[in-house]
């Protein structure tokens, strides 16, 4: 496909989509139907619905029944842990494998024209971005996010929250199911300002940020603490009446999406000129620009904030116009 006719490349050769970022209609007042149609499509697809499935199938299929739940023991523990993995090994590999060693649409569609594992870098373990990414994801990322999970599963099982069912709650069930994305990036948002301040940002949040042109293996490349902090948002379910699927749902967002940001393409092709988008442009701002889009477009925030950036040259501005002007004050 040709990616100028959806976008453009600067003098360096980074592309930029057309189309400006976006916050979620459904916040602006008085509201617009039609504009909120026209979303709803991108807030399903793909990766809600995709999510949700994988969920659906780890819950049915690869978690076993309440009565095992009920008493903490490695076989099981192990076995959460074996499972979610595999699953990174799976999806995350999808994306490294088509996008930066087959390279099949080559640099079409890419935000940054380079490759990171064609450069050495002193920044990360053993100068390689990708070798780090994989020590931290499976070294403390992946064991963050099974601990989170068999807390919860192990509280559900022992009755110690209200375990509601499909049969019984079904709207309300639907409803929180609806909203988590939304929350996840909220609960974001939240961890992600914190981490910001300077302290934190340099002995935590930094080690993530070394990935300024991001990769799918970047995705979960953080200091432990941030880890512990990004997936804390999972337990909201043991405080709102909730289901296990939700909150293994709510982990697939937070853990197989965490890609979503970093894959460092606009869109990935398919089949007959056809390409999906990947709504990665806006996190991958913030990892060029460093304190933009602290969240996605799913919540206002940023824009309440002031730290929207849309991916123009008028967030451009606006983003050295704050700057300037912070800076102002500091002197």
Not at 26 to 38: K, M, T, V
Not at 284 to 302: C, M, Q, R, S, T
């Amino acid at each position: 496909m040709d990616d100028s006719a959806y976008g453009s490349r600067d003098k360096r050769g980074n592309w930029t989509p057309k189309d400006p970022l976006t916050t979620a209609p459904i916040w602006s007042f008085p509201p617009d139907f039609g504009a909120i149609l026209r979303w709803l499509p991108g807030y399903f697809l793909p990766w809600n619905v995709l999510f949700m499935a994988t969920a659906t199938l780890f819950w049915v299929v690869f978690t076993p029944g309440p009565e095992t739940l009920k008493t903490l023991s490695w076989g099981w523990i192990l076995g959460i842990l074996a499972r979610n993995c595999i699953a990174v090994v799976i999806f995350y590999g999808i994306f490294e494998l088509r996008l930066y060693i087959q390279r099949k649409q080559g640099t079409a569609f890419k935000y940054n024209p380079k490759f990171p594992q064609d450069t050495e870098n002193d920044a990360f373990m053993f100068r390689s971005q990708n070798a780090e990414g994989l020590i931290r994801t499976f070294g403390t990322g992946i064991p963050a996010w099974t601990a989170y999970e068999v807390l919860v599963l192990w509280v559900f099982a022992n009755g110690w929250v209200p375990w509601l069912s499909w049969s019984t709650n079904p709207v309300w069930l639907v409803c929180f199911g609806l909203i988590l994305p939304l929350f996840h990036q909220f609960h974001f948002y939240l961890v992600h300002r914190l981490i910001h301040v300077p302290v934190l940002y340099r002995y935590i949040h930094s080690v993530h940020h070394n990935s300024v042109n991001p990769s799918p293996w970047s995705s979960l490349s953080m200091h432990p603490i941030e880890h512990i902090l990004y997936f804390s948002g999972v337990l909201i379910h043991l405080i709102v009446p909730s289901n296990p699927l939700l909150a293994i749902y709510q982990l697939h967002i937070a853990g197989l999406g965490a890609v979503v940001g970093h894959i460092g393409f606009d869109k990935m092709e398919t089949v007959d000129e056809k390409a999906m988008n990947t709504h990665a442009f806006a996190h991958y701002l913030h990892h060029k620009y460093f304190e933009v889009n602290y969240a996605d477009g799913g919540i206002p925030l940023d824009r309440m904030f002031g730290t929207f950036h849309d991916g123009t040259k008028a967030g451009d501005a606006l983003m050295d116009a704050r700057t300037a002007r912070r800076n102002a004050k500091r002197g």
